[in-house]
């Protein structure tokens, strides 16, 4: 059985103050012990709390003060308290000492899962877990959606509650997954990795983008030479961090396939490569995974995902396009161009915007089958037959990726 965590609040602000009992209240294994309104006076007395929560908007440097004192003089947890989610503000609270940074307004359960952090007590379930799953989307080309797939893919999954989802933007010189989820954070990749000596995972956490969905963000460099500052030894560093405090960490690769790019291959446990059902791409993927043949592991890690499908109107068929490509597809994902723009023109998750369409459907059913969540018989949609003629192009890439001993399902 958890312990109840023993809570003092410190703020002048009454109405935060307020917002912050209201949502210990709903939680039985909080006790609030104590409320104060003067950070200058405040000095512990007594049997010390578990965790002192400290507002920072009403009296900042005075704040600030108070948690780099309780960090030196006390051994109770100190959690930074805020309606911002400026990085610089969350910096200045974890350098003085905070365990962490709670962005109101926030749930009882985010709420206790902070103070259970701050407090030291970081062995309740779901906290921290010890297993992660780390997925890796890539496209086989430019354009055929993989941002929007890794995007919603990491909402769908951050919408149960008991998971804690991060999805890292790897396209470090015109990444817009921030733009897919409505989102401005100045804190980025290169900010973490230009400070990776000292960075750990309390640092790593607090530096990310929340979304209200409950999916936190790491966004790319904002200027384009920054994202030479990102190395593929820090990328590593970051990757490990992350599979320590998420259940689920989703990348979206660049399409460049750089060496940060191929990093994250090897850190990931799944790499969906996205395609579509035209010559460009499945040309792509054939190389792609040719090129993935002499790195240990790589193979067996790869799902081939058709996006956009639509049976009654492709010229190639899925069955062709398999024997062209050496394996079978894992997903197929509906084509439906309106409700997609949409979403990503309003900021807005399909999971949020368009929750009862057939696209948001398959996605939802990928995101149980891959975590192991139900649906063990699902399958892609049953394959069309009478392949047209693909003439000698694709007899090329077919018989060369018979002689080089292409990758087979």
């Known amino acids: 059985m958890n312990p109840v965590l023993r809570t003092v609040i410190v703020d002048r602000d009454s109405v935060l103050r307020q917002e912050l009992r209201t949502a210990l209240s709903e939680s039985q294994l909080v006790q609030l012990a104590g409320e104060n309104a003067d950070c200058s006076g405040f000095a512990l007395a007594g049997e010390p709390p578990d965790v002192v929560l400290v507002g920072l908007d009403s009296e900042p440097d005075r704040a600030l003060d108070l948690i780099h004192r309780l960090a030196r003089q006390s051994r109770c947890g100190v959690c930074a308290v805020s309606r911002s989610n400026d990085g610089q503000l969350v910096l200045r609270a974890i350098r003085a000492g905070a365990k962490e940074f709670v962005t109101l307004p926030v749930t009882a359960r985010e709420l206790y899962a902070a103070l259970r952090s701050a407090s030291g007590r970081d062995d309740a379930p779901g906290i921290r877990p010890h297993t ?35 999805l890292v933007d790897l396209d470090v ?4 997954a921030d733009v897919y989820l409505d989102m401005n954070h100045e804190y980025t990749l290169a900010d973490l990795t230009q400070n990776i000596s000292r960075l750990d995972s309390e640092l790593l956490r607090r530096s990310l983008a929340r979304h209200k969905s409950g999916l936190y963000l790491l966004p790319r460099p904002v200027e384009l030479g920054d994202a030479s500052r990102v190395t593929e030894e820090s990328l590593r560093r970051v990757f490990r961090l992350l599979k320590s405090s998420y259940t689920h960490v989703v990348a979206d690769l660049s399409k460049a396939y750089s060496p940060l790019d191929m990093a994250a291959l090897e850190c990931s446990d799944v790499i969906l490569l996205v395609t579509q059902l035209d010559l460009p791409c499945l040309r792509n993927a054939v190389r792609l995974l040719k090129s993935f043949r002499p790195i240990p592991g790589l193979l067996d890690k790869v799902k081939l995902v058709v996006n956009r499908t639509m049976p009654d109107k492709e010229s190639i068929r899925l069955k062709r396009a398999e024997e062209i490509v050496g394996r079978e597809f894992f997903w197929q994902i509906p084509n439906d161009y309106r409700v997609m723009i949409e979403a990503r023109n309003n900021g807005v998750p399909l999971v949020t915007e368009a929750t009862k369409s057939e696209i948001t459907h398959s996605l939802t059913n990928l995101a149980r089958v891959l975590v192991g969540d139900g649906l063990p018989g699902a399958k892609p949609a049953a394959r069309t037959a009478n392949a047209p003629a693909l003439g000698k192009w694709f007899g090329f890439w077919s018989s060369a990726g018979s002689r080089s001993g292409s990758p087979t399902a």
């Open 173 to 176: 010189t015109l990444g817009d």
């Open 132 to 166: 992660s799953l780390t997925l890796a989307v890539a496209g086989a080309a430019g354009g055929v959606g993989s941002t929007s797939l890794a995007v919603n893919l990491a909402s769908i999954l951050a919408a149960a509650p008991d998971r804690s989802v991060v």
